[in-house]
């Protein structure tokens, strides 16, 4: 079986170092892209298993990518995960409505990030 595939959108390096030690047990291939419009490139010529997206990031806002994501019909069931920022409700809100899969909210818990890629991974 070859090894799952995720792909890490963030333009904060803490952040996505927290994230690929949060998955190291899940032994995915990680890939990360540092914006929005380098998030969008790679998941449509390279789609991955599950795209982790942040919201606010530079180009291209996480909302921006996961619509563009959902119009096509190769990437319109990609599973994304949002990245949002604690006490920005309209924000998840808007990435349900868009159509993530789930959410996490940063600042998160290792075990509850790596808890939810496997979920949506599995699902
Ligand atoms: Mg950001």
Do not use: H, W
């Not at 892209?33 to 990031?57: C, F, K, N, S, W």
């Not at 006490?87 to 075990?111: A, I, M, N, S, W």
């Amino acid at each position: 079986m070859t090894a799952r595939r995720v792909l890490i959108a963030d333009d904060n390096l803490q952040i996505r170092m927290l994230v690929k030690a949060a998955l190291r047990s899940l032994d995915c291939e990680i890939a990360e892209a540092v914006d929005g419009e380098q998030a969008l490139e790679a998941a449509v010529t390279d789609p991955p298993d599950l795209l982790l997206l942040d919201v606010t990031m530079p180009k291209l806002d996480g909302f921006e990518v996961l619509a563009f994501l959902r119009k096509r019909p190769e990437t319109a069931s990609l599973k994304v995960v949002m990245l949002t920022t604690a006490g920005q409700k309209t924000d998840l809100q808007r990435g349900v409505e868009l159509g993530c899969d789930d959410y996490v909210v940063k600042p998160f818990e290792p075990r509850a990030l790596r808890e939810t890629v496997e979920r949506v991974l599995d699902s």
